[in-house]
């Protein structure tokens, strides 16, 4: 089982509509996990991150955490052209001496 | 604020020349310091990671080394490039102690021919 799971997508959604990007992880001891966004040929940039079960918002953006079943999500809504990119989620492994672990990320298109 | 500069930008380099991508990290102390790679529509790949001058632990057994000679300095090196080195070298930095956010620099984009 890979350490972080991600579709690669790619996901289409029209412009206005909700993405709903999906991340599995494997250590039941991580407690942070990371929304980064990735335009193609550019550094990925940190969106939000996510510490406890339940929903955080952050404008148009939402990570929702449930340890549980070791899943975390980012939802944007009133998607933009300007959001298609590619969505990494990364998990903090404490038990690896504290590494940043990431999947291969979700490219998303948003169509006009 | 802090600020990470990484360079070169880009570099086109033969099969079995020597690298050196260079890393820096302006207006913070003791941060920890991470070298990434993405290969061509692949996810990122943790490379090496410091937590202090001369620390280094490195993840992927490969031809790549990587050097901690200043606090706010990372250097990746190899000594002879393979072609499977080609790919989109990230520098990162993190707070040392703190909440684990990395931030990425420009990032160099090495293509071995």
């Known amino acids: 089982q890979k350490e972080v799971e991600q579709n690669s997508g790619p996901l289409s959604v029209p412009e206005g509509a909700i993405a709903s990007l999906n991340c599995t992880y494997s250590?039941?001891?991580?407690?942070?996990f990371f929304w980064y966004r990735q335009y193609s040929g550019k550094s990925p940039e940190l969106i939000m991150f996510?510490?406890?079960?339940g929903d955080k918002e952050d404008g148009r953006f939402t990570a929702q955490l449930n340890k549980a079943s070791q899943y975390v999500s980012l939802l944007i809504r009133d998607s933009q052209p300007s959001d298609s990119a590619t969505y990494l989620c990364?998990?903090?492994?404490?038990?690896?001496?504290?590494?940043?672990?990431f999947g291969q990320g979700t490219e998303l298109s948003v169509k006009p | 604020s802090q600020t990470i500069h990484q360079w070169p930008a880009t570099l086109v380099q033969p099969v079995g020349s020597p690298l050196s991508l260079e890393c820096t990290v302006e207006?913070?102390?003791?941060?920890?310091l991470y070298w990434y790679r993405q290969a061509a529509g692949r996810g990122l790949q943790l490379l090496f990671y410091?937590?202090?001058?001369?620390?280094i632990s490195s993840e992927v057994p490969q031809n790549l080394s990587a050097s901690r000679p200043q606090d706010r300095q990372f250097i990746l090196s190899s000594k002879k490039l393979l072609l499977s080195d080609s790919g989109f070298y990230l520098c990162?930095?993190?707070?040392?102690?703190?909440?684990?956010?990395?931030?990425f620099g420009e990032g160099s984009w090495l293509t071995v021919v």
């Open positions: 410091s937590v202090g001058i001369g620390q």
């Open positions: 250590d039941r001891g991580s407690q942070s």
């Open positions: 207006g913070t102390s003791n941060p920890n």
């Open positions: 990162a930095w993190s707070v040392s102690g703190m909440t684990p956010t990395i931030y």
């Open positions: 996510i510490y406890s079960n």
């Open positions: 990364a998990v903090y492994y404490y038990n690896q001496g504290g590494k940043l672990i």
